[in-house]
């Protein structure tokens, strides 16, 4: 079955920090790869999503993340995280095969002042 | 543009009693699906509708029930209610003229039940 993993369940920055996290998936064929976020008290929303071609793409915010297939990974990164990022990221996969998204547990990240 | 919009936004319930919860997606979206948000288990996918067919399913048991009407709102039901139902519901839209697996997502349904 599709599933989907993310390494960190909490993180806890101060601003300026960098940030990774990571997210890996276990589906043999093509993909679609997304990370939403959820803002406190807000509705989940799209941040960045990879389709097909560069491996690294960009979203909102300063936000990016690099497709790697030969480790189904799609980790994500921000050089310099502000108190504003404070959110729960969630990383999500789409197949055709299983049409439908398939998220990860998410990862909490509290950015302190 | 008017996002996904559900309602009602917070309901509570008792053991035993059956809850109905509706969405409206995004104007011109003709696919909605559905998800439950709990803690320990994050975001799980119960069902997806297209031209008020359902076109996926998850795992979730046959007391979780949805359709999908003509202009594409769409209702969810839960029959029977548990404890364990206790969870944020969150509706999708997308466009589906070709799956992408693109959603754009509701504020919720936050139901308690007691």
């Known amino acids: 079955a599709q599933s989907v993993s993310q390494h960190n369940h909490h993180v806890i920055l101060s601003e300026a920090a960098s940030l990774e996290l990571g997210c890996n998936y276990s589906?043999?064929?093509?993909?679609?790869l997304f990370w939403y976020v959820q803002y406190p008290g807000q509705h989940l929303q799209l941040l960045l999503k990879?389709?097909?071609?560069?491996?690294l793409v960009k979203g909102i915010k300063g936000f990016e993340a690099e497709f790697i297939k030969s480790k189904f990974s799609f980790n994500l990164r921000k050089p310099s995280v502000q108190w504003s990022d404070t959110a729960e990221y969630f990383c999500?996969?789409?197949?055709?095969?299983?049409?439908?998204?398939?998220f990860g547990a998410g990862t909490r990240l509290a950015v302190h002042p | 543009k008017a996002g996904v919009t559900q309602t009602p936004r917070y309901l509570i319930k008792t053991r035993g009693q059956q809850v109905t919860l509706s969405c409206s997606p995004i104007?011109?979206?003709?696919?909605v699906s559905w998800y439950q948000q709990t803690p320990g288990q994050g975001l799980q996918f119960l069902f997806e509708?297209?031209?008020?067919?359902?076109?996926n399913k998850g795992n979730f048991p046959g007391r979780f029930s949805g359709r999908q009407f003509s202009n594409s709102r769409s209702e969810m039901n839960v029959s029977t209610l548990e404890l364990g139902d206790s969870a944020l519901y969150l509706c999708?839209?997308?466009?589906?003229?070709?799956?992408?697996?693109?959603?754009?997502f509701g504020e919720g349904s936050r139901l308690t039940v007691l």
């Open positions: 999708a839209s997308s466009l589906a003229s070709r799956d992408t697996g693109e959603l754009f």
């Open positions: 509708y297209f031209s008020e067919t359902q076109r």
């Open positions: 999500a996969v789409f197949s055709g095969g299983y049409n439908k998204l398939i």
């Open positions: 104007s011109g979206h003709r696919s």
């Open positions: 990879y389709f097909s071609g560069d491996p």
């Open positions: 589906y043999g064929g093509t993909v679609n």
